[in-house]
């Protein structure tokens, strides 16, 4: 069975830090990964996607993520936060042989001036 | 394509009342999911669709709740009667079979049964 951690229910930086956040996954088989966010009263919004053809995925606003396949990992990284990056972020796996995707925890990010 | 669209917005309803919740998914996506999300949590499953047929309700709380997909345009999501603990964001999203394809969200539905 496919699964994420997401190591931080809260991560909190200064504006124009380094945003680091940690995923885990396991999946029996070759799995695709994704990165969410969710800003305040909205749906999860796609940020990025693995879908094998390259382990570094640059998604938009400037994040990206890196897949570790010795480390099965995929964090999620942004060399400067913005204001405008205070969200919660949602990883997922979804395995490569059926539609069942699995959602981590959840990472609320804050941003401080 | 306007994504995945949901109404309402918002419901406030008292408890012992039906609630249903509506979703239109995006065009020629084959999957239709259910999610609720609570501060206690998180992000639940609930039911999903494939060519809208039921394929794992193992989610749905208890047999208050039922979900129905009368034809690839359209879901709803019923509560019968509604509790205070149902109060909750639901969710519903779409997606295409294939190679990495994600899920698209709609916006959400806030329950509040009082």
Known sequence: ?113 | DAGVIQSPRHEVTEMGQEVTLRCKPISGHDYLFWYRQTMMRGLELLIYFNNNVPIDDSGMPEDRFSAKMPNASFSTLKIQPSEPRDSAVYFCASSLLGVGNGYTFGSGTRLTVV
């Open chain 1, 1 to 113: 069975a496919q699964s994420v951690t997401q190591l931080g229910s809260h991560v909190s930086v200064s504006e124009g830090a380094l945003v680091l956040l940690r995923c885990n996954y396991s999946s029996s088989v070759p799995p695709y990964l994704f990165w969410y966010v969710q800003y305040p009263n909205q749906g999860l919004q796609l940020l990025l996607k693995y879908t094998s053809a390259a382990t570094l995925v640059k998604g938009i606003n400037g994040f990206e993520a890196e897949f570790k396949k010795s480390e099965t990992s995929f964090h999620l990284t942004k060399p400067s936060a913005h204001m405008s990056d205070a969200a919660e972020y949602f990883c997922a796996v979804l395995p490569g042989n059926n539609n069942d995707m699995r959602f981590g925890a959840g990472t609320r990010l804050t941003v401080k001036p």
